[in-house]
């Protein structure tokens, strides 16, 4: 029962640099959410996507990329880390007629 | 402009009393609201939901009541035990779709 999985769980990186955060779930759901978390505030959506080659934005979206090639995985792309990303990353997915969220663990990612 | 507003950030509660955790929103759209339960290091885990049909919805200890006149649901934890030392979010959406608007949510300690 993996659920939804999230590689890595922490991670540093040097202003500028780049990085993929990889997201997988193995319930054959088809909607998937990246969602960031800053100290002391909810949950954030960055980007969405309700199937396969279908993404959109949520309410964050600037400074981040996504792919969906696959119903399983859902990748999260920085292209130019600033500080101001420094934050905690939550990955989920559900199905289409059940607004149940199910969440990945997390990915810390610091900025500095 | 937050939509979903949980203005305790904090709630302590000794063990064996109700534990009360308070949520509002301001669109009046939402018609599904859903408690999500997060511990430290781990993602969020579902708890509880309510449609807008109702106003109260009830699963063992957990209890969420809605008030729709006031904008207002709650949930209620009886008895408090020390596991339920968490973080706990609101969220809501609307026509019981998918994109979830979260609350900025309330840590609880249960003191044994």
């Known amino acids: 029962n993996a659920g939804v999985t999230q590689t890595p769980k922490f991670r540093i990186l040097k202003i500028g640099q780049s990085m993929t955060l990889q997201c997988a779930q193995d319930m054959n759901h088809n909607y998937m959410y990246w969602y960031r978390q800053d100290p002391g505030m909810g949950l954030k959506l960055i980007y969405y996507?309700?199937?396969?080659?279908?993404?959109d934005k949520g309410e964050v979206p600037n400074g981040y990329n996504v792919s969906r090639s696959t119903t399983e995985d859902f990748p999260l792309r920085l292209e130019l880390a600033a500080p101001s990303q420094t934050s905690v990353y939550f990955c989920a997915s559900s199905t289409v007629d059940k607004n149940i969220q199910y969440f990945g663990a997390g990915t810390r990612l610091s900025v500095l | 402009d937050q939509q979903v507003k949980q203005n305790s950030p904090s709630l302590s509660v000794q063990e064996g009393r109700i534990s009360i955790l308070n949520c509002d929103y301001t669109n009046s759209m939402f018609d599904y609201f859903l408690w999500y339960k997060k511990y430290p290091a781990e993602g969020p885990t579902f708890l509880i939901s309510?449609?807008?049909?109702?106003d109260k919805n009830e699963d063992g200890r957990f209890t969420v009541f809605l008030n729709k006149s006031a904008k207002h649901l709650s949930l209620h934890i009886v008895p408090s035990q020390p596991g339920d030392s968490a973080v706990y979010f609101c969220?809501?959406?609307?026509?019981?779709?998918?994109?979830?608007?979260f609350g900025g949510g309330t840590r609880l300690m249960v003191k044994p």
């Open positions: 996507s309700v199937g396969a080659g279908i993404t």
């Open positions: 309510i449609s807008s049909i109702k």
């Open positions: 969220a809501a959406s609307v026509n019981a779709g998918n994109m979830l608007t």
